[in-house]
């Protein structure tokens, strides 16, 4: 069994910051890709970043505002959202695709979510 656990999610005013993690924890063999994707009230959900052991990628309205990283002997991923706006209001949903043995394919796991809201 595979979990990931999300937390600092919060209210904040616009032009603040917040600091997301998401822990993976269980059976775990290897952990391919690790990101963060959101959703806002009544839109789908949608990639905010995500990262590999050789690279990042992020969507076009993060860029420049928000690093993910990543610490591999925590199973952690991390998400450092700088200059918040009122449209980054969402719940943050961490991902992960994870091995859970040498001869399994990757499987793809999701936290429960973190409400980040960003007043104006």
């Known amino acids: 069994q595979v979990q990931l656990v999300e937390s600092g999610g919060d209210l904040v005013q616009a032009g603040g910051s917040l600091r997301l993690s998401c822990a993976a924890s269980?059976?775990?063999?290897?952990?391919?890709?690790m990101g963060w994707y959101r959703q806002a009230p009544g839109k789908q959900r949608e990639l905010v970043a995500t990262?590999?052991?050789?690279?990042?990628n992020y969507a076009d309205s993060v860029k420049g505002r928000f690093t993910i990283s990543r610490d591999n002997a925590k199973n952690t991923v991390y998400l450092q959202m700088n200059s918040l706006k009122p449209d980054d209001t969402a719940v943050y949903y961490c991902?992960?695709?994870?091995?859970?043995?040498?001869?399994?394919?990757?499987?793809?796991?999701w936290g429960q979510g973190t409400q980040v809201t960003v007043s104006s």
């Open positions: 991902y992960a695709a994870i091995q859970r043995g040498t001869y399994n394919f990757p499987r793809d796991y």
């Open positions: 269980g059976s775990i063999f290897r952990i391919n890709v």
């Open positions: 990262i590999t052991s050789s690279s990042t």
